[in-house]
């Protein structure tokens, strides 16, 4: 029995922000993922059932979602960063992340200086729109999406130049729509992590990271890595 708090009696209640295929998305009318499948992992240690609370990355991001009770942990393909940690407790990592470029294929974009004069799409609230605002040259045109969808989908139409998000997402899209390419990884050296409320949930991150580090030794977080990333 674990003494973690929980908003809503049997669940475990998890912000998160679809699509972010392969950590989030739905498949047949049902949200899957590679995240998804973690946090069943700690629901079910938890004796809880997991439900998906789909929000603005800007919520989770800012902590918000978590602090003002409306889920008990994000599961979002969140990096773990110094100014995010300020707001919210993240759990041990769980994945690695760079930052990438996503082009037609053969447009040539294969960096940030190339891309002068041109549109770059960016992800409100995220990383990647930060690393681009901080390392574009000014005469790139910074287009801010709400969702990866929304800007993979720009990219692949031609309205936007390139767009820029994690390295695993866009190999995951290229995979599908391969008329598109990631011209480069910008080593951002990334890692996500679960996140909670600040200082208020430490029983259930100390659930996240023991579930987190079983499944590492027995074996099922390769088999689900495998899963979600076979190439
Ligand atoms: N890893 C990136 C970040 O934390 C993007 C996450 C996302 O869009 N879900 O900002």
């Given at each position: 029995e674990s003494g973690a708090n929980i908003v809503k009696e049997g669940n475990l209640t998890v912000c998160t922000h679809l699509p972010?295929?392969?950590f989030q998305y739905k498949e047949s009318g049902e949200i899957v993922g590679f995240d998804v499948d973690l946090m069943d992992l700690v629901a079910k240690d938890l004796g809880l059932k997991q439900s998906i609370v789909n929000t603005p990355f800007e919520t989770i991001e800012t902590g918000q979602a978590m602090n003002t009770g409306k889920c008990d942990i994000a599961a979002a393909g969140m990096t773990i960063t110094e100014e995010r940690a300020e707001v919210m407790d993240f759990s041990d990592p769980y994945f690695d992340a760079t930052q990438a470029l996503l082009v037609k294929?053969?447009?040539?974009?294969?960096?940030l200086d190339a891309l002068s004069g041109k549109t770059l799409g960016v992800q409100i609230g995220t990383t990647g729109e930060q690393y681009a605002k901080d390392n574009?040259?000014?005469?790139?045109e910074l287009k801010v999406f709400e969702d990866l969808a929304l800007l993979t989908t720009a990219v692949k139409s031609g309205s936007i130049d390139a767009g820029i998000n994690d390295n695993s997402v866009l190999y995951d899209y290229v995979d599908q729509n391969p008329?598109?390419?990631?011209?480069?990884?910008?080593?951002?050296?990334e890692q996500y992590g679960f996140a909670v409320a600040k200082d208020k949930n430490d029983e259930l991150l100390k659930s996240v990271n023991d579930v987190l580090a079983s499944a590492k030794d027995d074996g099922t977080y390769d088999e689900l890595f495998k899963k979600y990333f076979p190439n």
């Open positions: 972010y295929e392969p294929k053969g447009a040539g974009y294969d960096s574009a040259p000014e005469d790139v008329d598109t390419e990631v011209s480069t990884e910008f080593d951002t050296g």
